[in-house]
């Protein structure tokens, strides 16, 4: 997702992250380098050498930070990125359980009713238009049980899985 704009406010202490769908909060509080009273932000700008998917900001000493669209849709708890993080943390459990299952993988496309190439592209985890109910079928395939656990959010929400 690529950052269209970038504003800070040191009276509310926060980023204000333009993207083509939203606009994002992000506090000062979550930056690894932060500002004060004493060097507060002076400079901001969205970092077409990093794709335009990050901004860098600047303190009143010089010192620089950037933060990463990820750390805002976290932050944020962004639907798309939960399901995409969701989505990449099946197929890493799906490919390694290929790899050591004893199952061919022509035996694996024959099971799911599929082509090869429809195959490995649920194995790619970079490829995120696929669904998860192919995912959850390769993986009972494989005798993996998912298991998804729903916890309150505390310091850091999460959305757990696991295969067994």
Sequence with gaps: MKIKSVHYD????????ATSRKTYCFPYAKLELRPSRENPITRVAVDEELGNEAFTYVLGSGEEATVHI????DYNRDPR?????LLYKLTLAARERVQSSSLSRRELTRRLGTSPAQLYRLLDP???AKSIDQLTALLSILDCEIDL??????????VATSAS
Excluded: M, S
Excluded at 10 to 15: M, P, Q, S, T
Excluded at 70 to 73: D, T
């Design 126 to 128: 970079t490829n995120y």
């Design 70 to 73: 990820e750390q805002v849709l």
């Design 149 to 158: 656990i729903v916890k309150k959010n505390r310091a850091r929400p999460a």
């Design 81 to 85: 990125y939960l399901r995409n993080l």
């Design 10 to 17: 040191n009276r509310r202490k926060a980023f204000d992250v």
